[in-house]
């Protein structure tokens, strides 16, 4: 008999793993992962550095996690999209927006039921889905500009969708959904009695005139979503895995039964240091967003000079480029051959989509662009080379 259970046999490495080994092995700049190479700013560190030193942090924090956290994630919520959320019984603290997703759909979804999910997608939602014994249905946005079509997402609803998990702004593809998405999503979901699942990890990497609408916020839709976000990319603080779900109790009340058997608890002066960061004035949000509109600049010049086409991204860190001008071959192929040949590693983004739906990603790779100013420059160097 195998040693590892049915429902994990069939995971294989995750691409990151591979890509990561490979940059390393070949020394390439490595535009994977969305990883930023800078530090968390000082003053946040300097909280964190203090909760530890002060004793009262250094053992288990409440389960549901620290009220000084809890309410910084109200108050965030009120400040940034006029939502009224009980700290108390309407915030639970997660390790990561990970753990809140995993804990979302355990909490909220029962085996049998389908959970619809909008390729291409952040790849651990479909894992979580099946770990649960739920099946995922898959609706594909179209490139070039990455739309869902309004009737393959309304074919994807059945009598036993429970659950729709939404990523605004989006992971791969750096789509920001517009009111109008938002609502037609908003409309199926209430029409056949659906919880939406809404990772916003990236709300305030935003691009342009791109607005970040949380579908909670739409009519009739507190009641039935749950909303994910966390510290990593905002605070560039990937490494401390502070998350958080919020809306309304009855919601949050599934994730938190679900969330108290999983980690019990969350690393206690990480919460600290992030309730303080969440009431950061105005200016430390404006200026984050300056500093990553200058990234997505050089990337996409970057781009442009390799002869890459691209979807301008709206939000993210993240965007992703076509390459069939300049190379013949599948995504791993040419991620393969770009890590080698040219020195910079970015994702193939084949394991963002179900099998079905692999062609419609067939032309396209994601580069990351949280990365020092420097580093994105060389990584443009050596991308020229792809079109000469
Ligand atoms: C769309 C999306 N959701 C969730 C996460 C994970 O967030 P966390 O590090 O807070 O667990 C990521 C990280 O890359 C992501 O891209």
Redesign the pocket.
């Given at each position: 008999m195998s040693r590892i259970a049915r429902r994990v046999s069939a995971y294989g490495t995750t691409v990151f793993t591979e890509i990561n080994d490979l940059s390393q092995q070949y020394n390439a700049i490595n535009l994977g992962q969305?990883k930023p190479d800078f530090d968390t700013p000082p003053e946040i560190v300097a909280q964190a550095a203090a909760a530890l030193q002060s004793g009262s942090s250094n053992q288990y924090a409440p389960g549901n996690g620290v009220p000084a956290l809890r309410k910084a994630v109200a108050d965030h919520a009120a400040r940034f999209y006029g939502m009224q959320i009980d700290p108390m019984r309407g915030v639970v603290i997660t390790?990561?927006?990970?753990?809140?997703?995993f804990a979302s759909v355990v909490g909220l979804v029962d085996a049998g039921d389908e959970v619809i999910v909008i390729e291409p997608y952040?790849d651990?939602y479909v894992p979580t889905i099946t770990m649960t014994g739920a099946t995922p249905v898959y609706v594909p946005l179209h490139p070039p500009q990455w739309t869902f079509a309004p009737d393959e997402l309304r074919a994807a609803f059945s009598p036993k969708t429970r659950a729709l998990i939404l990523?605004t702004p989006?992971?791969p593809v750096g789509r920001v959904f517009t009111y109008d998405e938002l609502k037609l999503i908003a409309d199926l979901c209430i029409e056949h009695d659906v919880t939406v699942i809404s990772?916003e990890?990236?709300e305030h990497l935003l691009f342009g005139s791109a607005q970040h609408i949380p579908i909670a916020t739409l009519p009739g839709m507190f009641e039935r979503t749950v909303t994910?976000s966390?510290?990593?990319?905002t605070f560039s603080s990937?490494g401390w895995?502070?998350?958080w779900a919020y809306g309304h109790p009855d919601t949050v009340a599934g994730v938190a039964r679900a969330r108290q058997f999983i980690t019990f608890s969350v690393h206690h002066s990480s919460q600290e240091a992030i309730a303080f960061a969440l009431n950061l004035p105005g200016t430390y949000f404006e200026e984050f967003r300056a500093m990553y509109e200058r990234k997505r600049q050089l990337m996409m010049e970057a781009l442009g000079r390799a002869g890459l086409k691209f979807f301008e991204p709206e939000g993210?860190y993240f965007i992703m480029a076509d390459f069939s001008e300049v190379f013949a071959g599948t995504p791993t192929e040419f991620a393969r051959y770009l890590t080698k040949e040219i020195g910079v590693s970015a994702i193939p983004p084949e394991t963002f989509y179900c099998a079905e739906h692999q062609h419609i990603g067939k032309n396209y790779i994601r580069f990351a662009f949280c990365k020092s100013d420097a580093l994105l420059r060389a990584a443009g160097e050596r991308l020229a080379r792809l079109r000469r």
């Open positions: 969305g390790n990561g927006a990970s753990e809140g997703i952040f651990l990523n989006q992971n990772d990890v990236y994910l966390s510290g990593g990319k990937t895995k502070i998350g993210t």
